[in-house]
């Protein structure tokens, strides 16, 4: 199978990543073990989780998912054959939020004893934090890669000149760089990524793993109506990107489909394979049924013709 660089952190993936968020909330215990395996027994490696996952679930309180992937880990003794993705500075319950040099070691070592490893293959900031400096989160990213407890190190939902900031900050001190990006990036919402922040990630070899692939299940056409939107989990997620540009996304998805002869969330998962800079959508499924589907989209390649269409109706 092909093997993508994940921009200069020394790492590469085949190109799609698990997305573990539905892990302990749509997906129970034994369905993700079910998923990781599938997953990894097909020959793909990265595994996407955070420690604040699934903390909006009544109950819970924060590294759900992680304690899943670590239970797996150790049922199963496949930690050599995974990478493993986690993320930190979103709000933990009775812990703390932030980049500062405490709340990462801290979180690093919550996240290490919750997956049961001793390194986590990339570690990412969740999210940016304007009141901590970038030399402080860096030297305690710093502090973690020589330990040898982190291998490289990412972003996620940074702002181009945020991104940028924190790029000169790395060489002007000597600290490490991110070296990947996660950025909200679909068929449906191509703004956030497309444009300064692309370039910056293509300049900068930066390996992009877009999260919300399928935009929280729209894609696969499994909404067509507000009606559709109504008890479902991720219902209202979807009923905010519900609108008449949106259903011509779906009604282009349905013909290339038709032409490929396959599913439109394999379209959907196709068409970003093809754009620039990106290394591996993160995809989240809660079967196995649903993960082979996903699959079916690495053996698709989209004519010119097709990507201009779906390019157009989406612009």
Excluded at 79 to 89: E, F, N, Q, S, Y
Aim: charge should be negative.
């Amino acid at each position: 199978m092909e093997h993508r660089r994940l921009g200069r952190s020394g790492l590469a993936c085949a190109p799609l990543v698990l997305g573990c968020h539905v892990f302990g909330w749509t997906s129970d215990a034994a369905a993700s073990c079910a998923i990781l395996d599938a997953f990894v027994d097909r020959g793909f490696s990265l595994l996407d989780t955070a420690d604040t996952y699934s903390t909006w679930v009544p109950g819970h309180s924060g590294g759900e998912s992680e304690t899943i992937i670590g239970d797996w880990l150790k049922a199963t003794g496949k930690r050599d054959r995974v990478l493993i993705a986690t993320k930190l500075g979103g709000a933990m319950p009775n812990v703390g939020k932030g980049l500062s040099r405490a709340h990462i070691i801290r979180s690093a070592e919550d996240s290490l004893r919750r997956l049961r490893t001793d390194r986590i293959d990339l570690y990412q900031a969740h999210f940016d934090d304007t009141a901590t400096p970038f030399e402080e989160t860096l030297e305690a990213f710093a502090t973690l890669i020589e330990s040898g407890k982190v291998r490289a190190i990412g972003a996620s939902n940074y702002s181009p000149p945020r991104l940028a900031e924190a790029l000169a900050a790395a060489r002007a001190h000597g600290l490490p760089l991110f070296s990947c990006l996660q950025p909200h990036y679909n068929l449906v919402t191509r703004a956030y990524y497309e444009g300064d922040l692309r370039r910056l990630c293509l300049a900068e070899d930066i390996g992009v793993i877009p999260f919300r692939a399928l935009e929280a299940g729209f894609l696969t056409g499994k909404y067509r109506s507000m009606e559709d939107t109504v008890g479902a989990v991720r219902g209202a997620v979807v009923a905010g990107v519900l609108d008449e540009r949106s259903l011509d996304i779906l009604r282009e998805l349905d013909r290339a489909a038709a032409q490929f002869r396959a599913t439109p969330a394999q379209i959907a998962i196709a068409w970003l394979l093809a754009q620039p800079g990106v290394t591996a959508p993160i995809v989240s499924v809660t079967s196995v049924a649903q993960l082979e589907e996903i699959f079916g989209a690495l053996t698709l390649t989209l004519d010119a013709r097709t990507l201009m269409r779906l390019d157009m109706v989406s612009a």
